[in-house]
């Protein structure tokens, strides 16, 4: 078990208060109360934040509340027979409530559709932050506090990147371990070229690793394929690409990617 999960082993190994239900219950209820009282005294930046983030909230919420509506739709038609047969054509004119529900259904379908890749490694092994960073010893603060890391993998930074001062920086990405080229394949053209890198979408490990661009084994990176030449349904030629990092750079000392199509 993680050193920072304590409170779920002791749950385990001791069990919760007996009133612990009814204490949690009260807690939820009285959130509401603190959420206005915070939001009535904000002002400034900080109001307009809380704004923006309540209004998000608020929009997601009625999203899912016309969800439930639209499952629980009741339709115009009479439970009874008609005099007069309504044609083929016409049925769904009599029933719009579940043909609203149905491309409701469907729209949904296609949107988490459109989140999921199938990805070539859908699971990888976990690296240990041990494996990931290495502590900076040397320097007369840093000596005895050691604060700052050095990042062991290879990693990517835009053209743009400035490194912080030394005073600041927590995390130091060598030059040495900075790549701005993958060999990324095509499985369906059955090519594979040099192309650049240009941002890191998701490391599977940890949130911190895709911020600190970490290329590692089943990272998803994107490349820039305008020079494959290919084109949307519509002509438009197609600038990035997303793709998945099959090989161990830290070991090969390059990148081989796999285009997801």
Request: charged residues 30%; aromatic residues 6%.
């Amino acid at each position: 078990m993680p050193q920072n999960e304590y409170i779920e082993r002791f749950r385990k190994q001791y069990g919760e208060r007996l009133d612990q239900p009814e204490r949690r219950r009260k807690r939820i209820a009285r959130e509401g109360h603190a959420a206005s009282e915070k939001a009535q005294n904000l002002r400034g930046l900080r109001a307009k934040l809380h704004q923006q983030k309540r209004h998000k909230e608020k929009i997601q919420m009625k999203k899912q509340i016309r969800a439930h509506e639209e499952r629980n739709v009741k339709t115009d038609q009479d439970p009874g027979l008609p005099e007069n047969p309504t044609p083929q054509y016409l049925l769904d004119r009599n029933d719009p409530g579940s043909a609203k529900a149905l491309s409701s259904a469907v729209k949904n379908k296609r949107a988490e559709k459109a989140a999921k890749f199938s990805v070539p490694l859908p699971k990888v092994k976990g690296v240990s932050e041990e494996e990931m960073f290495s502590a900076v010893k040397t320097g007369k603060k840093t000596k005895k506090k050691s604060w700052k890391r050095v990042v062991n993998v290879p990693t990517f930074v835009g053209p743009d990147f400035t490194r912080r001062p030394v005073k600041y920086e927590r995390f130091i990405r060598p030059m040495g371990l900075r790549y701005k080229k993958a060999n990324v394949t095509h499985k369906e053209l059955g090519v594979t070229v040099q192309l650049p890198i240009i941002s890191v979408k998701k490391n599977p490990q940890n949130p911190t690793y895709t911020q600190l661009g970490c290329l590692t084994k089943g990272t998803v990176i994107e490349v820039n394929v305008s020079e494959l030449g290919l084109t949307t349904t519509t002509g438009k030629v197609v600038w990035g690409r997303y793709a998945q990092v099959m090989n161990n750079p830290e070991n090969d000392g390059c990148v081989n990617a796999v285009l997801l199509v």
